[in-house]
């Protein structure tokens, strides 16, 4: 079983549309959770952490559920620009584990 | 402004080749890292080290080492290139917990 596991999509939504992600992570360690946005031929950058409270920035909305392991990325009012690939990441001891992406493309 | 920073953009080398990538980070920061990307597969964790001359294997360090002989430089070494090592590197750093940084990547073909 991977350590952190990502629908790879893509998911096709149209602008304004809601979508959300969902990783899963197999450590019950794990220490910290991120949410990373990769464009293409980009390097990834960091779009956000994630909180067992919960936390939002904008449009962008990021769970973490430790009981079951599950970690959440919610966009709303999607735009063209948010077209990426977005990578859940997980902290272990240091050790920085990324699942495979999730694309997202957003049409006009 | 935070900076990683690889040596190169572009790299093309012959099988048997012996290969080094280059990273430099300018944040202080402890832990770094050497991922291979490619795609379908993501991110993929070859080596990584959380302090000078300490140095972990990820989950695919076959055919790789790597060298930390200072806290700002992060090496990693193709021992003997193979076209199976043609790939995107890319190399971050962290202070513990936090936001990793990435260098641009390197496309590596190995020919």
């Known amino acids: 079983r991977k350590e952190v596991e990502q629908d790879p999509g893509p998911f096709n939504v149209p602008e304004g549309a809601t979508v959300a992600f969902n990783c899963t992570y197999s450590n019950s360690a794990s220490q910290s959770f991120f949410w990373y946005r990769q464009d293409c031929r980009k390097e990834p950058k960091l779009l956000m952490s994630v909180y067992s409270s919960g936390n939002e920035d904008g449009r962008f909305t990021a769970q973490l559920n430790r009981a079951s392991q599950y970690i959440s990325l919610l966009i709303r009012d999607s735009k063209l620009s948010d077209s990426a690939t977005y990578l859940c990441?997980?902290?272990?001891?240091?050790?920085?584990?990324f699942g495979a992406g999730t694309i997202l493309r957003v049409k006009s | 402004d935070v900076k990683v920073t690889q040596s190169s953009r572009y790299l093309v080398k012959r099988t048997g080749e012996k290969v080094f990538l280059e990273c430099v980070q300018d944040m202080d920061h402890e832990n770094m890292f050497w991922y291979r990307q490619d795609p379908g597969l993501g991110l993929r964790l070859i080596y990584f080290?959380?302090?000078?001359?300490?140095?972990e294997k990820g989950d695919i360090p076959e055919g790789y080492s790597v060298s930390r002989e200072k806290k700002e430089r992060f090496s990693l070494i193709l021992e003997s290139a193979s076209t199976n090592q043609t790939s995107m590197y890319l190399c971050?750093?962290?202070?513990?917990?936090?936001?990793?940084?990435f260098g641009q990547g390197t496309r590596l073909t190995v020919v």
């Open positions: 971050a750093s962290t202070a513990d917990w936090t936001e990793a940084f």
């Open positions: 080290s959380y302090d000078v001359k300490m140095k």
């Open positions: 990441v997980v902290n272990f001891y240091s050790k920085l584990v």
